[in-house]
Nanobody
Framework: QVQLVESGGGLVQAGDSLRLSCAAS????????MGWFRQAPGKEREFVAA????????AYGDSVKGRFTISRDNAKNTVYLQMNSLKPEDTAVYYC???????????????????WGQGTQVTVSS
């Protein structure tokens, strides 16, 4: 069972930057596709970003393209989400997730992911 632990959330102002981290418990982490989703109150879970195990390919949700960057360090079993130019509409709980079937490629459907962290709150004030 893979455990994912997010950190780095907090309260920031519009225009600020924040970096989220997600530490995975297993060595096999390096073969998984890793992703980030977010969920605001009263809204569905939204795809943010995903990255292949080699970090050769990435994908982003339309609302964060050009502002957020996903990266990973397999030696540290950690995936990151660098968030720049934050907006109030980015306010949500951010979840780290892992897909143990990388042969399907990068996917934006939350049902494709097998493991989830507990989430970290990001609040952006205007």
């Amino acid at each position: 069972q893979v455990q994912l632990v997010e950190s780095g959330g907090g309260l920031v102002q519009a225009g600020d930057s924040l970096r989220l981290s997600c530490a995975a418990s297993e060595r096999t982490f390096s073969s998984y596709i890793m992703g980030w989703f977010r969920q605001a109150p009263g809204k569905e879970r939204e795809f943010v970003a995903a990255i292949t195990w080699t970090a050769g390919s990435t994908a982003y949700g339309d609302s964060v393209k050009g502002r957020f960057t996903i990266s990973r360090d397999n030696a540290k079993n950690t995936v990151y989400l660098q968030m720049n130019s934050l907006k109030p509409e980015d306010t949500a709980v951010y979840y780290c997730t892992a897909d143990r079937r990388p042969f399907y490629g990068l996917r934006s459907d939350p049902r494709a992911y097998d493991y989830w962290g507990q989430g970290t709150q990001v609040t952006v004030s205007s």
